[in-house]
Protein backbone atom coordinates (compact mmCIF):
# COMPACT_ATOMS: atom_id res chain seq x y z
CA UNK A 1 0.00 0.00 0.00
CA UNK A 2 1.58 3.37 -1.06
CA UNK A 3 2.50 5.59 1.86
CA UNK A 4 0.72 8.73 1.88
CA UNK A 5 3.84 10.75 0.55
CA UNK A 6 3.05 8.48 -2.41
CA UNK A 7 0.08 9.21 -2.62
CA UNK A 8 1.13 12.93 -2.15
CA UNK A 9 3.68 12.84 -4.71
CA UNK A 10 1.68 11.34 -7.24
CA UNK A 11 -1.41 14.06 -6.88
CA UNK A 12 1.29 16.30 -7.48
CA UNK A 13 2.81 15.36 -10.61
CA UNK A 14 -0.59 14.94 -12.03
CA UNK A 15 -0.01 10.88 -12.09
CA UNK A 16 -3.55 10.64 -9.67
CA UNK A 17 -6.26 13.29 -10.24
CA UNK A 18 -8.04 14.67 -6.94
CA UNK A 19 -11.22 14.45 -9.33
CA UNK A 20 -10.67 10.65 -9.51
CA UNK A 21 -12.70 8.24 -6.68
CA UNK A 22 -10.55 7.54 -4.19
CA UNK A 23 -8.07 10.68 -4.59
CA UNK A 24 -10.54 13.25 -3.91
CA UNK A 25 -9.73 15.04 -0.40
CA UNK A 26 -12.55 13.79 1.15
CA UNK A 27 -11.89 10.21 0.05
CA UNK A 28 -11.61 8.37 3.98
CA UNK A 29 -8.66 6.39 3.52
CA UNK A 30 -8.89 5.45 7.54
CA UNK A 31 -5.31 5.55 8.12
CA UNK A 32 -2.95 7.17 10.55
CA UNK A 33 0.84 7.22 9.60
CA UNK A 34 3.83 8.98 11.12
CA UNK A 35 4.52 12.45 8.87
CA UNK A 36 7.17 14.02 11.40
CA UNK A 37 8.87 13.13 14.29
CA UNK A 38 6.28 12.30 16.99
CA UNK A 39 3.69 13.66 14.89
CA UNK A 40 1.00 11.63 13.03
CA UNK A 41 -1.83 11.91 10.79
CA UNK A 42 -4.82 10.98 10.65
CA UNK A 43 -6.64 10.50 7.12
CA UNK A 44 -10.37 10.09 6.88
CA UNK A 45 -13.09 12.10 5.35
CA UNK A 46 -11.67 14.97 7.47
CA UNK A 47 -8.32 14.97 8.90
CA UNK A 48 -6.87 14.58 12.50
CA UNK A 49 -2.86 15.47 13.71
CA UNK A 50 -1.36 14.06 16.88
CA UNK A 51 1.63 15.78 18.53
CA UNK A 52 3.30 13.70 21.11
CA UNK A 53 4.62 15.78 23.84
CA UNK A 54 6.39 15.20 27.11
CA UNK A 55 2.93 16.33 28.82
CA UNK A 56 0.50 13.73 26.53
CA UNK A 57 -0.46 13.69 23.19
CA UNK A 58 -2.26 17.15 21.37
CA UNK A 59 -5.06 16.59 18.67
CA UNK A 60 -5.33 19.28 16.15
CA UNK A 61 -8.84 19.01 15.25
CA UNK A 62 -10.55 15.92 16.21
CA UNK A 63 -13.19 14.88 13.53
CA UNK A 64 -17.21 14.73 13.39
CA UNK A 65 -19.93 13.82 15.53
CA UNK A 66 -20.64 10.74 14.19
CA UNK A 67 -19.89 7.54 16.28
CA UNK A 68 -18.44 5.62 13.95
CA UNK A 69 -16.35 7.95 12.47
CA UNK A 70 -15.24 8.63 16.07
CA UNK A 71 -14.55 5.50 16.93
CA UNK A 72 -12.47 4.81 13.97
CA UNK A 73 -10.43 7.90 14.73
CA UNK A 74 -10.25 6.72 18.27
CA UNK A 75 -8.72 3.73 17.89
CA UNK A 76 -5.94 4.71 14.86
CA UNK A 77 -5.38 7.34 17.45
CA UNK A 78 -4.78 4.70 19.99
CA UNK A 79 -2.64 2.35 17.95
CA UNK A 80 0.01 5.38 17.42
CA UNK A 81 0.09 6.39 21.21
CA UNK A 82 -1.61 4.99 24.72
CA UNK A 83 -0.72 8.43 26.35
CA UNK A 84 -3.54 10.94 27.59
CA UNK A 85 -4.49 13.69 25.52
CA UNK A 86 -3.32 16.89 27.26
CA UNK A 87 -5.04 19.27 24.34
CA UNK A 88 -6.78 19.62 21.83
CA UNK A 89 -6.91 22.66 19.21
CA UNK A 90 -9.63 23.06 16.69
CA UNK A 91 -8.48 24.55 13.67
CA UNK A 92 -12.34 25.77 13.13
CA UNK A 93 -16.17 24.77 14.49
CA UNK A 94 -17.08 22.84 11.50
CA UNK A 95 -18.81 19.59 12.64
CA UNK A 96 -16.16 17.42 11.06
CA UNK A 97 -13.53 18.84 12.90
CA UNK A 98 -14.71 20.19 15.95
CA UNK A 99 -16.61 17.50 16.88
CA UNK A 100 -15.08 14.12 17.87
CA UNK A 101 -13.51 14.85 21.31
CA UNK A 102 -16.64 12.97 23.00
CA UNK A 103 -15.25 9.66 23.12
CA UNK A 104 -11.52 10.90 24.23
CA UNK A 105 -13.29 12.71 27.05
CA UNK A 106 -15.10 9.46 28.20
CA UNK A 107 -11.88 7.36 27.96
CA UNK A 108 -10.62 10.00 30.31
CA UNK A 109 -13.96 10.22 32.80
CA UNK A 110 -13.15 6.25 32.35
CA UNK A 111 -9.35 6.83 33.62
CA UNK A 112 -9.92 9.39 36.08
CA UNK A 113 -7.45 11.60 34.29
CA UNK A 114 -7.54 14.91 33.67
CA UNK A 115 -9.80 16.37 30.79
CA UNK A 116 -7.92 17.49 28.02
CA UNK A 117 -8.13 21.73 27.65
CA UNK A 118 -9.85 22.79 24.16
CA UNK A 119 -8.32 25.74 22.11
CA UNK A 120 -9.97 27.54 19.87
CA UNK A 121 -10.36 30.23 18.39
CA UNK A 122 -12.93 32.94 20.39
CA UNK A 123 -15.46 32.95 17.85
CA UNK A 124 -16.00 28.98 17.86
CA UNK A 125 -18.43 29.14 20.39
CA UNK A 126 -20.90 31.35 18.93
CA UNK A 127 -20.48 29.34 15.62
CA UNK A 128 -21.42 26.13 17.71
CA UNK A 129 -24.56 28.08 18.69
CA UNK A 130 -25.90 29.26 15.69
CA UNK A 131 -25.64 25.71 14.63
CA UNK A 132 -28.58 24.59 17.37
CA UNK A 133 -29.94 27.94 16.32
CA UNK A 134 -30.70 26.62 13.05
CA UNK A 135 -30.07 22.94 13.36
CA UNK A 136 -33.27 21.85 11.33
CA UNK A 137 -32.22 24.56 8.48
CA UNK A 138 -28.31 22.92 8.49
CA UNK A 139 -29.55 19.08 8.77
CA UNK A 140 -31.25 20.11 5.18
CA UNK A 141 -28.58 22.07 3.14
CA UNK A 142 -25.90 19.83 3.68
CA UNK A 143 -27.62 17.04 3.06
CA UNK A 144 -28.41 18.60 -0.25
CA UNK A 145 -24.62 19.85 -0.17
CA UNK A 146 -23.20 16.49 0.49
CA UNK A 147 -26.33 14.26 -1.10
CA UNK A 148 -26.20 11.86 2.19
CA UNK A 149 -28.53 12.15 5.12
CA UNK A 150 -26.39 14.46 7.86
CA UNK A 151 -27.59 14.85 10.91
CA UNK A 152 -26.56 18.19 12.58
CA UNK A 153 -25.25 17.83 15.92
CA UNK A 154 -26.50 20.10 19.14
CA UNK A 155 -23.81 18.60 21.82
CA UNK A 156 -20.60 21.01 21.06
CA UNK A 157 -17.90 20.96 23.45
CA UNK A 158 -16.58 24.86 23.53
CA UNK A 159 -13.55 25.59 23.72
CA UNK A 160 -12.10 26.03 27.10
CA UNK A 161 -9.22 28.49 26.49
CA UNK A 162 -9.80 30.89 24.13
CA UNK A 163 -7.95 33.62 22.28
CA UNK A 164 -7.95 36.58 19.49
CA UNK A 165 -5.04 37.07 17.31
CA UNK A 166 -2.49 34.65 17.99
CA UNK A 167 -0.94 32.50 21.02
CA UNK A 168 1.75 30.37 21.50
CA UNK A 169 1.61 27.59 24.09
CA UNK A 170 4.40 25.43 24.81
CA UNK A 171 3.02 21.87 25.81
CA UNK A 172 5.26 19.49 27.48
CA UNK A 173 8.07 20.65 25.69
CA UNK A 174 6.57 21.34 22.29
CA UNK A 175 5.58 25.20 21.14
CA UNK A 176 2.37 25.25 18.96
CA UNK A 177 1.84 28.92 17.53
CA UNK A 178 -1.99 29.37 16.67
CA UNK A 179 -2.59 32.00 14.84
CA UNK A 180 -6.25 33.38 13.87
CA UNK A 181 -7.23 34.02 10.19
CA UNK A 182 -10.84 34.88 8.45
CA UNK A 183 -10.71 32.65 5.16
CA UNK A 184 -13.51 29.34 5.09
CA UNK A 185 -14.67 30.70 8.73
CA UNK A 186 -14.53 33.68 11.01
CA UNK A 187 -13.02 31.46 13.24
CA UNK A 188 -10.49 29.79 11.47
CA UNK A 189 -6.36 28.95 13.44
CA UNK A 190 -3.89 27.86 11.71
CA UNK A 191 -0.85 26.13 13.96
CA UNK A 192 2.72 25.60 13.44
CA UNK A 193 5.46 23.31 15.50
CA UNK A 194 8.52 25.56 14.85
CA UNK A 195 10.37 22.67 16.12
CA UNK A 196 8.70 20.06 14.21
CA UNK A 197 8.53 21.96 10.83
CA UNK A 198 4.94 20.93 10.49
CA UNK A 199 2.12 23.44 9.62
CA UNK A 200 -1.38 22.55 9.92
CA UNK A 201 -3.54 24.48 7.64
CA UNK A 202 -6.95 23.45 8.93
CA UNK A 203 -9.24 24.21 5.62
CA UNK A 204 -7.04 27.00 4.44
CA UNK A 205 -5.81 24.53 2.54
CA UNK A 206 -7.81 21.14 0.96
CA UNK A 207 -6.40 20.20 -1.92
CA UNK A 208 -8.98 21.82 -4.26
CA UNK A 209 -10.08 25.31 -5.31
CA UNK A 210 -10.81 26.91 -1.85
CA UNK A 211 -14.32 26.43 -0.44
CA UNK A 212 -14.69 30.28 -0.49
CA UNK A 213 -18.04 30.36 -2.34
CA UNK A 214 -20.27 27.55 -1.01
CA UNK A 215 -23.69 28.67 -2.20
CA UNK A 216 -25.74 27.55 0.66
CA UNK A 217 -23.60 28.58 3.59
CA UNK A 218 -22.66 31.56 5.74
CA UNK A 219 -19.85 34.34 4.07
CA UNK A 220 -16.49 33.20 3.63
CA UNK A 221 -13.29 35.64 3.51
CA UNK A 222 -11.45 35.77 0.48
CA UNK A 223 -8.99 38.69 0.85
CA UNK A 224 -7.96 37.69 4.53
CA UNK A 225 -7.89 33.62 3.44
CA UNK A 226 -5.23 34.67 1.02
CA UNK A 227 -3.25 36.81 3.09
CA UNK A 228 -3.65 33.69 5.53
CA UNK A 229 -1.90 31.87 2.94
CA UNK A 230 1.22 33.96 2.13
CA UNK A 231 1.73 34.31 6.18
CA UNK A 232 1.93 30.78 6.55
CA UNK A 233 3.97 30.21 2.95
CA UNK A 234 6.33 32.29 5.06
CA UNK A 235 7.29 30.22 8.04
CA UNK A 236 9.02 27.60 5.56
CA UNK A 237 6.88 24.24 7.08
CA UNK A 238 8.50 21.08 5.48
CA UNK A 239 5.28 19.22 6.04
CA UNK A 240 1.71 20.74 5.00
CA UNK A 241 -1.35 19.05 7.34
CA UNK A 242 -4.33 19.97 5.55
CA UNK A 243 -8.13 19.29 6.90
CA UNK A 244 -8.91 17.41 4.23
CA UNK A 245 -6.54 15.76 1.60
CA UNK A 246 -3.33 14.38 1.78
CA UNK A 247 -0.10 16.09 3.18
CA UNK A 248 2.09 17.84 1.21
CA UNK A 249 5.56 16.99 1.86
CA UNK A 250 9.02 19.09 0.83
CA UNK A 251 9.36 22.89 1.73
CA UNK A 252 9.57 24.18 -1.59
CA UNK A 253 5.84 21.79 -2.50
CA UNK A 254 4.55 23.74 0.99
CA UNK A 255 5.42 27.39 0.22
CA UNK A 256 4.27 27.07 -3.76
CA UNK A 257 0.91 25.06 -2.76
CA UNK A 258 0.18 28.20 -0.37
CA UNK A 259 1.30 31.05 -2.71
CA UNK A 260 -0.03 29.22 -5.38
CA UNK A 261 -4.12 29.01 -3.47
CA UNK A 262 -3.26 32.68 -2.57
CA UNK A 263 -2.73 34.01 -5.93
CA UNK A 264 -5.79 32.27 -6.86
CA UNK A 265 -8.17 33.53 -4.55
CA UNK A 266 -6.34 37.23 -4.58
CA UNK A 267 -6.75 37.68 -8.44
CA UNK A 268 -10.68 36.27 -8.05
CA UNK A 269 -10.88 38.89 -5.34
CA UNK A 270 -9.18 42.16 -7.54
CA UNK A 271 -10.66 40.83 -10.61
CA UNK A 272 -14.51 40.79 -8.60
CA UNK A 273 -13.32 44.51 -6.53
CA UNK A 274 -11.87 46.07 -9.72
CA UNK A 275 -15.18 45.14 -11.69
CA UNK A 276 -17.79 46.04 -8.93
CA UNK A 277 -15.67 49.49 -8.53
CA UNK A 278 -16.77 49.90 -12.21
CA UNK A 279 -20.19 49.68 -11.74
CA UNK A 280 -20.58 46.44 -13.60
CA UNK A 281 -23.12 44.35 -12.42
CA UNK A 282 -23.52 40.64 -10.55
CA UNK A 283 -24.33 38.96 -13.96
CA UNK A 284 -20.89 40.24 -15.12
CA UNK A 285 -18.98 39.19 -12.27
CA UNK A 286 -20.36 35.85 -12.65
CA UNK A 287 -19.81 35.73 -16.67
CA UNK A 288 -16.13 37.53 -16.56
CA UNK A 289 -13.72 36.79 -13.28
CA UNK A 290 -11.96 33.82 -13.72
CA UNK A 291 -8.95 32.25 -12.07
CA UNK A 292 -5.20 32.87 -14.10
CA UNK A 293 -5.17 29.55 -16.30
CA UNK A 294 -1.84 28.35 -15.11
CA UNK A 295 -3.44 28.44 -11.31
CA UNK A 296 -6.63 26.74 -12.25
CA UNK A 297 -4.47 24.34 -14.07
CA UNK A 298 -2.96 22.90 -10.86
CA UNK A 299 -3.62 19.46 -9.54
CA UNK A 300 -3.96 21.17 -5.61
CA UNK A 301 -6.77 23.81 -6.96
CA UNK A 302 -9.36 22.11 -8.95
CA UNK A 303 -13.18 23.13 -9.04
CA UNK A 304 -14.03 19.03 -7.13
CA UNK A 305 -15.60 20.55 -4.39
CA UNK A 306 -16.35 24.92 -4.53
CA UNK A 307 -15.59 26.57 -7.64
CA UNK A 308 -15.09 30.49 -9.11
CA UNK A 309 -17.92 31.21 -10.36
CA UNK A 310 -19.34 30.76 -6.77
CA UNK A 311 -16.24 32.57 -4.79
CA UNK A 312 -16.47 35.53 -7.32
CA UNK A 313 -20.76 35.31 -5.65
CA UNK A 314 -19.27 35.47 -2.23
CA UNK A 315 -16.54 38.21 -2.78
CA UNK A 316 -19.32 40.57 -4.32
CA UNK A 317 -21.71 39.46 -1.01
CA UNK A 318 -19.02 40.37 1.18
CA UNK A 319 -18.95 44.16 -0.24
CA UNK A 320 -22.55 44.43 -0.68
CA UNK A 321 -25.51 43.55 0.53
CA UNK A 322 -27.84 40.48 -1.23
CA UNK A 323 -29.58 42.73 -4.70
CA UNK A 324 -28.45 41.10 -7.34
CA UNK A 325 -28.18 44.18 -9.71
CA UNK A 326 -31.84 43.61 -11.12
CA UNK A 327 -34.46 45.52 -10.33
CA UNK A 328 -37.77 43.41 -10.79
CA UNK A 329 -35.98 40.85 -8.35
CA UNK A 330 -35.90 44.04 -5.32
CA UNK A 331 -39.38 43.36 -4.66
CA UNK A 332 -40.24 40.50 -7.00
CA UNK A 333 -43.33 39.01 -7.80
CA UNK A 334 -43.84 35.30 -6.33
CA UNK A 335 -42.30 32.88 -8.37
CA UNK A 336 -45.17 31.15 -8.79
CA UNK A 337 -46.94 34.12 -10.69
CA UNK A 338 -44.09 34.92 -12.54
CA UNK A 339 -44.14 31.29 -13.80
CA UNK A 340 -47.47 31.49 -14.93
CA UNK A 341 -47.56 34.71 -16.69
CA UNK A 342 -44.33 33.02 -18.91
CA UNK A 343 -45.72 29.80 -19.77
CA UNK A 344 -48.90 31.13 -20.61
CA UNK A 345 -47.15 33.90 -22.87
CA UNK A 346 -45.22 31.29 -24.11
CA UNK A 347 -48.44 28.74 -24.64
CA UNK A 348 -48.29 26.65 -21.96
CA UNK A 349 -45.79 25.03 -19.71
CA UNK A 350 -45.70 22.07 -22.19
CA UNK A 351 -43.56 24.35 -24.20
CA UNK A 352 -41.23 25.43 -22.14
CA UNK A 353 -40.34 22.15 -21.55
CA UNK A 354 -39.74 21.51 -24.83
CA UNK A 355 -37.47 23.92 -26.09
CA UNK A 356 -35.72 22.92 -22.29
CA UNK A 357 -35.04 19.45 -23.84
CA UNK A 358 -33.99 21.18 -26.69
CA UNK A 359 -31.51 23.84 -25.04
CA UNK A 360 -30.20 20.26 -23.22
CA UNK A 361 -29.70 18.45 -25.85
CA UNK A 362 -27.42 21.35 -27.21
CA UNK A 363 -25.55 21.16 -23.94
CA UNK A 364 -26.95 24.25 -22.88
CA UNK A 365 -28.30 23.51 -19.04
CA UNK A 366 -27.86 26.98 -17.99
CA UNK A 367 -30.62 28.13 -20.14
CA UNK A 368 -32.47 24.90 -20.43
CA UNK A 369 -33.04 24.78 -16.28
CA UNK A 370 -34.07 28.23 -16.00
CA UNK A 371 -37.05 26.92 -18.58
CA UNK A 372 -37.70 24.34 -16.63
CA UNK A 373 -38.14 25.56 -13.22
CA UNK A 374 -40.76 28.36 -14.32
CA UNK A 375 -42.66 25.20 -16.34
CA UNK A 376 -42.40 23.02 -12.93
CA UNK A 377 -43.67 26.65 -10.95
CA UNK A 378 -46.54 26.74 -13.48
CA UNK A 379 -47.63 23.09 -13.92
CA UNK A 380 -46.36 22.06 -10.55
CA UNK A 381 -48.03 18.65 -10.55
CA UNK A 382 -47.33 18.19 -14.19
CA UNK A 383 -46.13 14.09 -14.34
CA UNK A 384 -44.82 15.33 -17.59
CA UNK A 385 -42.82 18.66 -16.78
CA UNK A 386 -41.43 17.24 -13.67
CA UNK A 387 -40.13 14.20 -15.76
CA UNK A 388 -38.14 16.46 -18.21
CA UNK A 389 -36.89 17.95 -15.34
CA UNK A 390 -35.59 15.44 -13.23
CA UNK A 391 -33.87 14.15 -16.51
CA UNK A 392 -32.37 17.39 -17.27
CA UNK A 393 -31.43 18.37 -14.12
CA UNK A 394 -29.49 14.51 -13.26
CA UNK A 395 -27.82 15.10 -16.82
CA UNK A 396 -26.63 18.73 -15.49
CA UNK A 397 -25.72 17.12 -11.81
CA UNK A 398 -23.72 13.99 -13.68
CA UNK A 399 -21.73 17.06 -16.06
CA UNK A 400 -20.92 19.11 -12.72
CA UNK A 401 -17.15 19.10 -11.39
CA UNK A 402 -17.81 20.94 -7.68
CA UNK A 403 -19.79 18.64 -5.11
CA UNK A 404 -21.86 22.33 -4.75
CA UNK A 405 -23.01 22.29 -7.94
CA UNK A 406 -23.58 18.61 -7.97
CA UNK A 407 -25.64 18.60 -4.64
CA UNK A 408 -27.94 21.07 -5.93
CA UNK A 409 -28.44 19.89 -9.11
CA UNK A 410 -29.57 16.05 -7.57
CA UNK A 411 -31.83 17.18 -5.25
CA UNK A 412 -33.75 19.29 -7.99
CA UNK A 413 -33.56 15.93 -10.07
CA UNK A 414 -35.16 14.01 -7.13
CA UNK A 415 -37.91 16.37 -6.06
CA UNK A 416 -38.84 16.30 -9.57
CA UNK A 417 -38.99 12.33 -9.46
CA UNK A 418 -40.51 12.11 -6.55
CA UNK A 419 -43.61 14.13 -8.39
CA UNK A 420 -43.00 12.40 -12.18
CA UNK A 421 -43.30 8.85 -10.63
ZN1 LIG B 1 -13.65 20.64 6.69
Not at 36 to 44: H, L, N, Q, R
Not at 141 to 151: K, S, V
Not at 178 to 193: C, F, M, N, P, R
Not at 248 to 276: C, I, K, N
Request: charge should be neutral.
Amino acid sequence: MPTLEQLSDRLWKGIDKTADKGCHPFAPLYRIEEVADGVAFYKGFSNVAVVKTDAGCVLIDTGSSHEVAQQRIFEKVRSYSRERIDTAIYSHGHVDHAYGLPIFLAEARRNSLRLPAVIGHERVAARMKRYILTNGFNTLINTRQFGAAIEWPTDPIYPTETYRDRIVREIGGAHFEITHAKGETDDHSWVYLPERKVLYTGDLFIWAAPNAGNPQKVQRYAREWAAALRAMAARGAEVLLCGHGVPVFGRERVAQALRDTAAYLQSLHDGTVALMNEGAPLDRLIAEVRPPRELAEKPYLQPIYDEPEFIVRNIHRCYGGWHNDVPADLKPAPRVRQAQEIAALAGGAGTLVSRAAALAAEGDFRLACHLLDWAADAAPDSKEVHAVRADVYAQRARRESSTMARGIFRAAAQDSQKIAE
